[in-house]
Antibody
Framework: EVQLVESGGGLIQPGGSLRLSCAASGFAVYSDYMTWVRQAPGKGLDWVSIIYSGGSTYYADSVKGRFTISRDISRNTVYLQMNNLRAEDTAMYYC??????????????WGQGTVVTVSA | SSELTQDPAVSVALGQTVRITCQGDSLRSYFPSWYQQKPGQAPMLVLYGENIRPSGISDRFSGSRSGNTASLTITGSQAEDEADYYCNSRDSSGHHLVFGGGTKLTVL
């Protein structure tokens, strides 16, 4: 079965760090684009970061310089290292597979999400 | 522009047709994708590319794009279609993605 399972969320103080994990099964994370999307409580979807199959990475301006996306091929897992966290980073964080191609992006597989709360 | 604009809320009578729109300059260059999200659930892909439905998505869902506007059309709206709908596309740089603000669909 093709699925994604996120973990690593929790309550963290402002300025702290967390590493989110997204374990994939049924496909190889290195063969597809993988992305992180977040959703603050009661708000809409907010794109965070993407890692291409070739390894290139891109970030939303709001997290650039603080967050780092990476992957471990042996563990078939994608990570989001989040440093210098702010209250506005509080959200449900989802990872998703992106079937990027000539027909554009398509996040076809989503995890169940992991909650990050940044509060003193 | 890196923004995608959606109407915050739309309503439709049961069995009728509704169109949800998404506007943004980047849509002239990049295909949109559309996501349905119900309360407490992860988003679900319902449409992408020119008008491609993933396996398992009802053919009541269809899409179109003209100029800077993309549309998601639901024909014969059902109660289970009540949800938030989000469009997504690339921004003008081509490397960043962006979501519209979302449209809350109410089926009356």
């Amino acid at each position: 079965e093709v699925q994604l399972v996120e973990s690593g969320g929790g309550l963290i103080q402002p300025g702290g760090s967390l590493r989110l994990s997204c374990a994939a099964s049924g496909f190889a994370v290195y063969s597809d684009y993988m992305t992180w999307v977040r959703q603050a409580p009661g708000k809409g979807l907010d794109w965070v970061s993407i890692i291409y199959s070739g390894g290139s990475t891109y970030y939303a301006d709001s997290v650039k310089g603080r967050f780092t996306i990476s992957r471990d091929i042996s563990r078939n897992t994608v990570y989001l290292q989040m440093n210098n966290l702010r209250a506005e980073d509080t959200a449900m964080y989802y990872c998703a597979r992106d079937l990027a191609g000539t027909r554009g992006d398509a996040f076809d597989i989503w995890g169940q999400g992991t909650v990050v709360t940044v509060s003193a | 522009s890196s923004e995608l604009t959606q109407d915050p809320a739309v309503s439709v009578a049961l069995g009728q047709t509704v169109r949800i729109t998404c506007q943004g300059d980047s849509l002239r260059s990049y295909f949109p994708s559309w996501y349905q999200q119900k309360p407490g659930q992860a988003p679900m892909l319902v449409l992408y590319g020119e008008n491609i439905r993933p396996s398992g998505i009802s053919d009541r869902f269809s899409g179109s794009r003209s100029g800077n506007t993309a549309s998601l059309t639901i024909t014969g709206s059902q109660a289970e279609d009540e949800a938030d709908y989000y469009c997504n596309s690339r921004d003008s740089s081509g490397h960043h993605l962006v979501f519209g603000g979302g449209t809350k669909l109410t089926v009356l």
